[in-house]
């Protein structure tokens, strides 16, 4: 019983192709979160989307387009991949957004994808 | 602007108390996290303090100084399945802002 899960979980590739990841909450929550984490173990939010709706773009290249065709998936699309793409993108879910303060603002992990562009 | 500082690298002896500490400046502040990331794995949540305080959970403990922009992570009786990456997170708005995160390494 994945709480939320990501496909695939390794994804290996030449730069200049366009690759999908997939990922699907079964949490009930609201909102759902792509985060990048480079080599540096640095784990950066790069979108969030409550309710289908776009909420937050940190400033990501638009080569990368995230869909939500409902509360429950948030896939992302990578156009054009680039040497600097290859890193672990970890899909994240929680019941609320807006920081007031709440536990239920707590956000839980997927498995990660590592991609790897050649 | 936004600046999340933790040690990079801790080690301790099993059985003994560990304290990572976590010091941040961020322009707003809507709560701390802590969680931990086994090699290869997806970070996992460990602690939650949005006031000034202590906050325990069985071997682990959190504390928060808002006014000190401190928190730091206690572990105690350390086992060797604790040697993983530990990860503070600020909130700020909707987001959380991650440092980079404190591997523990764990020996007999």
């Known amino acids: 019983d994945t709480a939320v899960s990501q496909t695939p979980k390794y994804l290996v590739t030449q730069m200049g192709n366009d690759k999908s990841i997939k990922c699907e909450q079964n949490l009930g929550h609201d909102t759902m979160y792509w985060y990048k984490q480079d080599s540096k173990k640095f784990l950066k939010i790069m979108f969030s989307?409550?309710?289908?709706?776009?909420?937050i773009n940190e400033t990501v290249p638009n080569r990368f387009s995230p869909k939500s065709p409902d509360k429950a998936h948030l896939n992302l699309h990578i156009n054009s991949l680039e040497l600097g793409d290859s890193a672990v993108y970890f899909c994240?879910?929680?019941?609320?957004?807006?920081?007031?303060?709440?536990?239920?603002?707590?956000?839980?992990f997927g498995p990660g994808t590592r991609l790897t562009v050649l | 602007g936004q600046n999340i500082d933790q040690p990079t690298e801790m080690t301790a002896t099993e059985g003994a108390i560990v304290q990572i500490n976590c010091t941040y400046q961020t322009s707003g502040f809507n709560g701390l996290f802590w969680y931990q990331q086994h090699a290869g794995e997806a970070p996992t949540f460990l602690s939650y303090n949005v006031l000034d305080g202590l906050e325990e959970k069985g071997r682990f403990s959190s504390f928060l100084s808002r006014s000190k922009g401190y928190s730091y992570l206690l572990l105690k009786e350390l086992q060797m399945k604790d040697s993983a990456s530990y990860l503070c997170a600020v909130r700020e708005g909707g987001k959380l802002i991650f440092g980079q995160g404190t591997e523990l390494s764990v020996k007999p």
């Open positions: 989307y409550n309710n289908k709706e776009l909420i």
């Open positions: 994240a879910s929680s019941q609320d957004l807006v920081g007031g303060g709440k536990s239920t603002d707590t956000q839980y």
